[in-house]
């Protein structure tokens, strides 16, 4: 099995800034993706943004030029930094990593249980 555990969400002000942090851990022979969504009030889950093992990356449109996904890859983590931040922004943001099981060697799909980010007007 695999876990993801996130930190770092929290309430801000907008225009202010945050980060959170991922780290996975369990049975892992490789981490292909790992990225961020998220899920408003009464809406469904968006991406946010995502990372690929070579270093692709992948923003929606509404978060370009403000927010930054990294990788540690060496320690199994991604972070996403949340720049000028805005009260649409408000959500639980989800860490999603697509990952080859060390037991298996199958592909699956694994979910953090979620951190909230509320920004305030």
């Known amino acids: 099995q695999v876990q993801l555990v996130e930190s770092g969400g929290g309430l801000v002000q907008a225009g202010g800034s945050l980060r959170l942090s991922c780290v996975a851990s369990g049975s892992i022979f490789r981490i292909d993706v790992m990225g961020w969504y998220r899920q408003a009030p009464g809406k469904s889950r968006e991406p946010v943004a995502v990372?690929?093992?070579?270093?692709?990356?992948n923003y929606t449109d509404s978060v370009k030029g403000r927010f930054t996904i990294s990788r540690d890859n060496a320690k199994n983590l991604v972070y996403l930094q949340m720049n000028s931040l805005k009260p649409e922004d408000t959500a639980v943001y989800y860490c999603?990593?697509?990952?080859?099981?060390?037991?298996?060697?199958?592909?699956?799909?694994?979910w953090g249980q979620g951190t909230q980010v509320t920004v305030s007007s």
């Open positions: 990372m690929e093992n070579g270093g692709n990356t």
């Open positions: 999603n990593a697509i990952v080859i099981s060390s037991d298996t060697l199958l592909r699956r799909n694994y």
